[in-house]
């Protein structure tokens, strides 16, 4: 098997006095408990250093959880969350209502999927490639409930850094924003996410056809028709292509 990749150390290091103290239930009179283990020491009563966990790389944390280590999995959830969080936050917005639940689901989707994993890219990029495919799928089957596509998503709190040192500026970019995913969230769902998988999140043809189950033409055709309509909705929006100037104007 290919080997896995090496990126983010994860260092599992117990607090002081953890797993170094006990409580018994066979004490002595009254069968009182045991007295918890303070921080060892040595004869002369110097206090030693606590033990500290092996750091695990991400070959050895997937190789634990492919084994049912409990403490490998916990450092997968601690090494993956943080990138399931960012994906998450460039597609939905920060505050989106789903945020936590769309999250669970994607570590738990993330550890079903070990088994398909080959290391053929960084742990980071198949993470964020599972979580996006959670939330397409999963946004999809909520369709009843919630829209695909959200055009009243924080853009300023996603993964879209709209933050310059002009505070006008800031406010022109983020009122761009807000118009282009209105026009985003007017055209078809499948082709809108496309459009921002590709143009916004730097997701490849290839890695779209997975994310969304179709084939990389399909992904591509997608994309061309989501961008036509998309740049057809702008140009015919004379609030955004007066503020899309301004910001030429301002380069």
Do not use: N
């Not at 896995?4 to 069968?31: M, Y």
């Not at 570590?107 to 980071?124: A, K, P, T, W, Y």
């Not at 730097?202 to 990389?216: C, K, Q």
């Amino acid at each position: 098997m290919p080997p896995t990749p090496t990126g983010k150390l994860v260092r599992l290091v117990p607090r002081e006095g953890e797993g170094a103290g006990f409580t018994g239930g066979a004490g002595g009179a009254g069968g009182a408990s045991a007295p918890v283990e303070g921080p060892r020491r040595t004869p002369s009563g110097v206090r030693m250093q606590a033990t500290r966990a092996p750091i695990l790389d991400d070959a050895e944390i997937l190789e634990g959880v492919r084994r049912g280590d409990p403490s490998a999995a916990a450092a997968l959830h601690d090494r993956a969350r943080p990138q399931v969080d960012r994906t998450i936050q460039r597609l939905l917005g920060r505050r989106d209502r789903d945020q936590e639940d769309l999250a669970q689901l994607s570590l738990i989707e993330i550890v079903r999927s070990l088994r398909g994993f080959r290391g053929e890219c960084s742990l980071d990029t198949w993470t964020s490639r599972v979580t996006a495919h959670t939330v397409f799928k999963e946004l999809r089957r909520r369709r009843t409930e919630r829209k695909v596509f959200d055009a009243d998503a924080d853009v300023g709190a996603s993964g879209l850094d709209v933050s310059t040192t002009d505070p006008d500026r800031d406010v022109t970019m983020r009122s761009a924003l807000h118009r282009v995913r209105h026009h985003l969230a007017a055209i078809d769902s499948v082709k809108a996410w496309t459009v921002l998988l590709h143009d916004v999140s730097g997701y490849d043809l290839r890695e779209i056809a997975e994310i969304t189950e179709v084939s990389v033409a399909a992904a591509q055709t997608r994309l061309v028709r989501g961008r036509r309509e998309l740049h057809a909705r702008i140009e015919s929006d004379p609030e955004l292509r007066e503020i899309l100037e301004q910001m030429r104007g301002r380069a």
